[in-house]
Each structure stands twice: as structure tokens, then as C-alpha cells.
């Protein structure tokens, strides 16, 4: 955290899941005034209320919830709609009462409450207060990206055997995912192409919002026709560079 602090000049914000909820990384991430954090909560953690030592799964519960907003998630192909409600409370942590915290509290998402501990300040303001919850469930989006590049480029099996040629095959890759992420399904130029690719993915379910599986599906049909390797073009060998092999002892 303090290298990523000081390459950013202090900017940005930490969002950790439930597994930053613990005392060494609030020690660290307490002890910088200017540091900011979205950290989800476990529940089984004692926050300061009023004064008065509380378990946070007992002030979610406990909490009002206001405001209400629906958002659309993808699960298993299909979209499914959720309806939140969400508030907060002041809190602080009994072993850092000096810094005002608050606990933002979501309800709909299952049983329990989604839980977020954060030192943004906020008030009592449907906007500001959904600003932290979309904050942190850009988390999702992040490591839904992620799973979609290894996933659809079958970046894992990659077979290569020096560093250089994987970071080159990973760069490659990163421009197949941003084309097809970015500027197909966004640019208003290719949005006939867009449609096509779609089309040609064949998703029995449609298109769910995060369309990038089905961009990459539609884009390998549409290849699939046009052939395959360079025609009329002598392939060189690379030249020969001192380096490590990614799997030397």
C-alpha cells in the first residue's frame, strides 16, 4: 500500500473484500490521515456506535435504509435484477477512535446485509451515500474483466518459454480485449459491426449486461471464416536475446 501510495502522489482509493476487514490493515491504512478505504465487513467486528461498543452485523441489521436504487447482475449467462436499499451510520473503530468512519449498510442482496466500512466523507444523501456502494462493486466489474480476458483468450494456456514472449502474447491479448470491450461496443462507428459479432455469438439467454464474453465469442465466429495464418509473408525468426527462461532453474 505505501508503494502504491507513493506512485500515485497519495490519489485513489483502497476497496479491499471481506479479507481486508482486520486490525493490521486498518493500523496501516489509519495510520496515513490522508489515506482513503472502502473495506466490506465480516460482521463479526465491534465498531464504536454513539459511544457504545457494537457488532457490526447488529448495527447493519439495525440500521434504516432510506434510499433505494435496482441494479442488473449477469449469474450464469442470465441477468437478474436486485433490489437495494441502503443508509448508514457514523462508526468508529474502538482501537482508532480518533477517525470518524461510517458504516454504509445494503439490503437486498442475500440474507445478510452488504456491509462497508469506509472513510469517505458522507452524509445523508441518496447520491453520495450510492457513490460508496458503486464504488466498491466496481470491484466485481474489475474481477469480472479479468476473468473474461483469461477465460475467453485462454490467456492460462499460453505456451511460451521466456519472459519476453509471454509479456508480448499478454500485450496482444490486452488489445483484443480492449477492442472488443471498447471500441466495438462503444464507438457509434462500428455499431453495425457490433450488432453482427453479437448476432453471430449465438447466446441463447441474449445479451447479458456484461456483453464482453459475447463480443469475443462473436469475434472467433467471425474469424473463423476468413482462414487462417499470414499468406505471401516470410516469418523471421526473432533475433537472439540474453535473457531468462521463464521456467530456467
Not at 435504509?65 to 457514523?90: H, M, N, Q, S, W
Not at 446485509?113 to 453520495?128: I, K
Not at 505456451?159 to 480485449?177: D, F, G, H, K, N
Request: with cysteine; hydrophobic share 40%; net charge positive.
Amino acid at each position: 500500500m505505501k508503494t502504491v501510495s507513493k506512485a500515485t502522489d497519495g490519489r485513489g482509493i483502497f476497496i479491499f473484500d471481506r479479507g481486508g476487514d482486520r486490525k493490521q490493515l486498518y493500523d496501516e491504512l489509519l495510520g496515513d490521515p490522508l489515506r482513503r478505504f472502502i473495506v466490506r465487513q465480516r460482521g463479526d467486528r465491534h465498531l464504536l456506535y454513539r459511544g457504545t461498543p457494537c457488532e457490526t452485523l447488529s448495527l447493519a441489521q439495525s440500521c434504516p435504509t432510506p434510499y433505494a436504487e435496482t441494479v442488473i447482475k449477469e449469474e450464469d449467462g442470465t441477468e437478474k435484477a436486485y433490489f437495494l436499499y441502503f443508509g448508514l451510520r457514523p462508526v468508529r473503530l474502538p482501537a482508532h477512535p480518533h477517525r470518524k468512519l461510517w458504516l454504509v449498510v445494503v439490503k437486498g442482496f442475500g440474507n445478510q446485509p452488504l456491509m462497508l466500512l469506509t472513510t469517505e466523507p458522507l452524509r445523508r444523501c441518496r447520491h453520495t451515500v450510492w457513490w460508496t456502494v458503486a464504488a466498491y462493486m466496481k470491484r466485481w466489474r474489475i474481477e469480472e474483466t479479468i476473468r473474461f480476458i483469461k477465460q475467453s483468450y485462454d490467456l492460462e494456456d499460453v505456451r511460451v518459454m521466456t519472459c519476453q514472449r509471454l509479456q508480448a502474447i499478454c500485450a496482444l491479448v490486452l488489445a483484443a480485449s480492449f477492442f472488443a470491450a471498447i471500441y466495438v461496443g462503444t464507438r457509434a462507428k462500428l455499431e453495425i459491426l457490433a450488432l453482427h459479432v453479437l448476432k453471430a455469438a449465438k447466446r441463447i439467454f441474449g445479451i447479458p449486461d456484461f456483453r464482453y464474453y459475447a463480443l469475443a465469442d462473436g469475434i472467433k465466429e467471425v474469424l473463423s471464416k476468413a482462414g487462417k495464418g499470414i499468406l505471401g509473408t516470410e516469418i523471421m525468426p526473432p533475433p537472439h536475446i540474453s535473457q531468462f527462461s521463464l521456467f530456467s532453474a
